[in-house]
């Protein structure tokens, strides 16, 4: 579930390692179904798609790789499903290998985190200044792969592509092209629920096919993050909340055309930080609108809710112009 976010530096962490990385296949409906058929019903649709990526990987790999992020900085903590992801695997997938798990809890120092790293790192080799070494290397990766996507407003899956040198074959990059007369939605969410084409029916691919320019929260830096969640008039309580608050914050104060949140169903989190941004999205009479899905939810019906939003849109800016020209009108 953090995939989108830190695979280019775990990847180098362990190739750095010697280790071989093995990468499940993109999300299907058959690893959502396996993932299903071992969790209970009113589990979170992110969460049945991870067991099933889990299963996937069983038996093709030695060790399976699950880190757990329980805060990014001091007081910020993450969904409590994400803490349990390691333990979630052994019950439900008893036919996994064994799990290497790393935790990343800022609210315990860098003397913990440093820790984690070289546990991590004595399973492939004891030598610490070759952790070590594969730790630099780890986070100058990440720190490119930030920059990447910031500098050529790029989305998570095309920064990977790049960083790997494979680039998707005859297909544009999925990234924030302003036009004239185009119109400018902000996308708000996790990234395992945006960059997913399967869990969210391929809403980026959709947008684009409409002709519409669009930003995401991995194309603003963190100053711009930050900022928007100040201007929300808000603290980050959870690790979540700058990709969600602060990118809508970011969004509002920035005159866009719109903002669409996309969330799991059921996520208690979620609704919580999508209602900061629907409520002051309200006050500046900004068009919201948020998608909420499921296992059940189905394509046909989220092309029908962008249509209509989107003509929304389109009917307020003609609106706006007939109105301007005639007070121009008026005054001359």
């Known amino acids: 579930m953090l995939y989108y976010k830190y695979f280019p530096m775990w990847s180098t962490f362990l190739k750095e390692m010697e280790a071989r990385v093995i990468i499940s296949d993109p999300t299907t409906y058959q690893v959502i179904n396996h993932g299903i058929a071992r969790v209970v019903s009113d589990t979170c649709l992110p969460l049945k798609v991870f067991v099933g990526h889990v299963i996937w990987l069983a038996d093709k790999c030695d060790y399976i790789f699950i880190p757990v992020l329980r805060s990014s900085q001091k007081k910020v903590l993450n969904c409590s499903r994400f803490l349990g992801l390691p333990d979630v695997a052994k019950a439900v997938v008893p036919e996994s290998p064994p799990i ?11 003397s913990f985190l440093y820790q984690q790293i070289f546990s991590l790192g004595r399973h492939f080799d004891a030598d610490p200044a070759k952790i070590i070494m594969a730790a630099c290397a780890a986070w100058e990766t990440h720190l490119d792969y930030l920059e990447l996507m910031v500098n050529l407003k790029i ?75 100040k201007y929300m008039n808000t603290d980050a309580y959870w690790v979540a909340e700058e990709e969600v608050v602060g990118a809508g914050g970011h969004y509002l104060s920035n005159g866009l055309d719109g903002i669409i949140g996309v969330m799991a169903f059921g996520c208690g989190p979620d609704s919580l930080m999508m209602h900061l941004v629907q409520r002051q999205a309200q006050v500046q009479n900004i068009p919201y609108m948020c998608l909420s899905l499921d296992e059940h939810t189905a394509e046909t019906g989220i092309i029908t809710r962008l249509e209509a939003f989107l003509d929304m849109i389109k009917r307020r800016s003609l609106r706006r112009s007939s109105s301007n020209a005639y007070h121009f009108s008026s005054y001359r």
């Open 100 to 110: 290497l798990e790393i935790e990343f809890d800022m609210n315990r120092g860098r």
């Open 155 to 229: 989305t998570y899956n095309d920064a990977t592509r790049i960083l790997e040198g494979t680039p998707a074959s005859g297909s544009k990059l999925t990234r924030l092209e302003e036009k004239s007369d185009s119109i400018t939605v902000g996308l708000i969410g996790h990234p395992y629920i945006l960059n997913d084409e399967t869990i969210n029916h391929r809403l980026l691919t959709i947008l684009k096919r409409f002709d519409v320019s669009i930003i995401t929260p991995e194309m603003l830096t963190i100053a711009e993050l930050t900022q928007g969640l």
